[in-house]
């Protein structure tokens, strides 16, 4: 059974830095890519990263220059560092996996960054 945790979400400051962690319980090789979508409330889920497993990445132009995502073959873990933060980020953050559409998730982490 594919099991997604997200840890790393919190409470920051607008220009501070947050860096999400997304563990699997198998091998992320399984998987065509990994990636990370969000959700503010009342706001539908929106794309935020991926990165494949050949290692390419891809961006939403709302956080392209200010997001990296990366991977960690090794830890079977995916990571979002998140720079340059600001209020309209604030929301759950979800790590899926690319089967190749999003087809497992993780329950969340919120990220709330204040004014």
């Known amino acids: 059974q594919v099991q997604l945790v997200e840890s790393g979400g919190g409470l920051v400051q607008g220009g501070g830095s947050l860096r999400l962690s997304c563990a699997a319980s198998?091998?992320?090789?399984?998987?065509?890519?990994m990636g990370w979508y969000r959700q503010a409330p009342g706001k539908q889920q929106d794309f935020v990263a991926r990165?494949?497993?050949?290692?390419?990445?891809i961006y939403a132009d709302s956080v392209k220059g200010r997001f990296t995502i990366s991977r960690d073959n090794a830890k079977n873990t995916v990571y979002l560092q998140m720079d340059s933060l600001k209020p309209e980020d604030s929301a759950v953050y979800y790590c899926?996996?690319?089967?190749?559409?999003?087809?497992?998730w993780g329950q969340g982490t919120q990220v709330t960054v204040s004014s």
């Open positions: 198998v091998n992320i090789f399984s998987f065509n890519a």
């Open positions: 990165i494949t497993s050949g290692g390419s990445t």
């Open positions: 899926a996996a690319f089967v190749p559409g999003p087809a497992y």
